[in-house]
């Protein structure tokens, strides 16, 4: 396993239950999460939603990839605020903003892998 989607705190999967753990190569897992339609996005504000986002980047910060998405598809009772928020909060972490450095491996098959992940 390389890397783990489907966090959903109302089910008692979290982030920061994976955060530690290494795919079993000893590379950090890359996670695709956290943010949840049913008990999250859809009754958060703006704020709180750029607040998740930002604190679910710094969890994995030295210790996992993260690809931030949502658990599942974002339904119309999310507010169109709360998308603009999520973008806005990941923008401020986007390359343009940051400096990051390309992790290249080699996968088992031989091609090349290309991450990039914060320096």
Do not use: Y
């Not at 989607?5 to 089910?11: A, N, V």
């Not at 950090?28 to 956290?34: K, T, V």
């Not at 210790?63 to 507010?79: E, F, K």
């Amino acid at each position: 396993m390389q890397g783990f989607q489907g966090f959903q705190p109302e089910c008692g999967v979290s982030l920061e239950s994976f955060v530690h753990r290494k795919a079993a190569n000893g590379d950090p897992l890359l996670l695709f999460g956290p943010l949840p339609v049913t008990t999250g996005l859809p009754v958060w504000s703006a704020h709180e939603t750029s607040h998740q986002v930002h604190l679910a980047i710094e969890q994995c910060r030295g210790r996992a990839r993260l690809a931030i998405l949502t658990a599942n598809t974002i339904n119309p009772d999310v507010p169109l605020a709360n998308i603009v928020a999520l973008h806005e909060a990941v923008r401020g972490h986007s390359p343009s903003n940051r400096l990051l450095r390309r992790d290249t491996g080699r996968i088992p098959d031989g091609r090349t892998k290309h991450v990039l992940s914060p320096s």
